[in-house]
């Protein structure tokens, strides 16, 4: 069964740094998102992404973020420079669009990224 | 998106049917309640949606009231492997819709 896939599964990163959160969406899925967990809190959206673009974000997702479909397979995240609070795991998803009637599509998540700034 | 409301926990013996109840007396007419579970801190994983009619998959059922102001979710016989939170989310249709989750209920299978 396709499935969303991440890397790394954990990444520790000091302080100001980058990090970049990698996805491989399912094949022929053509809607990509993020999201992201702080420890104990709810599943946060951050992003959706089609087209090349970004359709929409939220309150979170401030100019220390950025996405990317660099190539046919790969869906990437990036913050520029790490705070303590970024720490959480963030998860891709992808879905895909359904032709005729409704368009209703589900998100498929991958295993996810535990990300903690030190 | 209309609001959904989830008890925070349940438990279930093993083996037996779980039903999970969401309200979301909000709703409108183009909005398809989801649910999904986490287990741990793993992805959110998908489970069943519907609209008006009961639906049926291979993990789960899904009941929804005929004024679709809430729904049941029902695993048939539960396991322990099904322990996790359970999130009922209603959206509406449309591409690159962002999914809202709430708090969830906890369900715990019993041995």
């Known amino acids: 069964e396709p499935e969303v896939t991440q890397t790394p599964s954990h990444q520790v990163t000091q302080m100001g740094q980058e990090v970049i959160l990698r996805c491989v969406p399912i094949s022929n899925h053509l809607y990509f998102y993020w999201y992201r967990q702080i420890l104990g809190q709810k599943v946060e959206f951050l992003v959706s992404?089609?087209?090349?673009?970004?359709?929409?974000k939220s309150e979170i997702f401030d100019d220390q973020f950025s996405v990317e479909r660099p190539d046919g397979s790969n869906f990437t995240l990036k913050i520029r420079s790490t705070k303590l609070e970024d720490s959480a795991m963030y998860f891709c998803?992808?879905?895909?669009?359904?032709?005729?009637?409704?368009?209703?599509?589900?998100?498929?998540f991958g295993p996810g990224t535990r990300l903690l700034v030190l | 998106d209309a609001k959904t409301t989830q008890p925070p926990s349940m438990d279930c013996a093993e083996g037996r049917a779980a039903n999970l109840p969401c309200n979301h007396s909000t709703i409108s007419g183009n909005e398809y309640v989801y649910w999904y579970r986490q287990i741990h801190s793993q992805g959110p994983q998908y489970i069943i949606h519907g609209l008006k009619n009961n639906e049926t998959n291979e993990m789960a059922s899904l009941i929804i009231t005929e004024d679709r102001k809430s729904s049941t979710l029902i695993l048939p016989h539960a396991t322990l492997r099904d322990t996790a939170v359970y999130y009922c989310?209603?959206?509406?249709?449309?591409?690159?819709?962002?999914?809202?989750f709430g708090s969830g209920t906890q369900l715990t299978v019993l041995p």
């Open positions: 989310i209603a959206t509406h249709s449309g591409s690159a819709r962002q999914l809202t």
């Open positions: 992404f089609y087209n090349n673009e970004i359709s929409e």
């Open positions: 998803a992808s879905s895909d669009m359904l032709s005729g009637g409704a368009r209703v599509e589900t998100q498929y």
